[in-house]
T-cell receptor
Framework: DQQVKQNSPSLSVQEGRISILNCDYTNSMFDYFLWYKKYPAEGPTFLISISSIKDKNEDGRFTVFLNKSAKHLSLHIVPSQPGDSAVYFC???????????FGTGTRLTIIP | KAGVTQTPRYLIKTRGQQVTLSCSPISGHRSVSWYQQTPGQGLQFLFEYFSETQRNKGNFPGRFSGRQFSNSRSEMNVSTLELGDSALYLC?????????????FGPGTRLTVL
């Protein structure tokens, strides 16, 4: 049972444009959501997180939006840069001390 | 500060064998989590150790086990290997407590079972 879903396995975006990566979840008990980025031959690196008390969190070019009623979150990258080409995973947990449940990832390719 | 290190980086085993993977967390981090990554499945949580105790556990069979030492280093063992165990095994460390979720990952161990 995939509780966190990333339905787009891949996404291509022109450099300078906005990249929007989507993530849906089924467990209404999830309260913390995170995005990780993974380059080949490296482990995932933490990007940005959001808790359910907020609907938006920004960090530089990265913004995460959370829609609890729709059980949906998205990551916006503006403007997209070639170095953003990577696999992006969203993850969720019920509490800060509980295990993370990851999605299957979306491969983002930024076209120069 | 040195990052999370995992050894070995690559491993080839045959069915029925057992394997032990090692993870050294970032200095000062007390929590170590293990994940299995396979194509199309994302990262599947195996277990988490905090201060030498297993604190969280995923839905993997008992062939997968782990432990943590007093210096926070962790090992993961898989016994009676199956072809389906071929995957990238990632470990992640965090200080523990309220910052658990912001985990720092190692580069992984690529296990191939023939």
């Amino acid at each position: 049972d995939q509780q966190v879903k990333q339905n787009s396995p891949s996404l291509s975006v022109q450099e300078g444009r906005i990249s929007i990566l989507n993530c849906d979840y089924t467990n209404s008990m999830f309260d913390y959501f995170l995005w990780y980025k993974k380059y080949p031959a490296e482990g995932p690196t933490f990007l940005i997180s959001i808790s359910s008390i907020k609907d938006k969190n920004e960090d530089g070019r990265f913004t995460v939006f959370l829609n609890k009623s729709a059980k949906h979150l998205s990551l916006h990258i503006v403007p997209s840069q070639p170095g953003d080409s990577a696999v992006y995973f969203c993850a969720a947990s019920r509490t800060l001390n509980e295990k993370l449940t990851f999605g299957t990832g979306t491969r983002l390719t930024i076209i120069p | 500060k040195a990052g999370v290190t995992q050894t070995p980086r690559y491993l080839i085993k045959t069915r029925g064998q057992q394997v032990t993977l090692s993870c050294s967390p970032i200095s000062g981090h007390r929590s170590v989590s293990w994940y299995q990554q396979t194509p199309g499945q994302g990262l599947q949580f195996l277990f988490e150790y905090f201060s030498e105790t297993q604190r969280n556990k995923g839905n993997f069979p008992g062939r997968f086990s782990g432990r943590q030492f007093s210096n926070s280093r962790s090992e993961m063992n898989v016994s009676t290997l199956e072809l389906g165990d071929s995957a990238l095994y990632l470990c992640a460390s965090s200080p523990g407590g309220s910052s658990y979720n912001e985990q720092f990952f190692g580069p992984g161990t690529r296990l191939t079972v023939l």
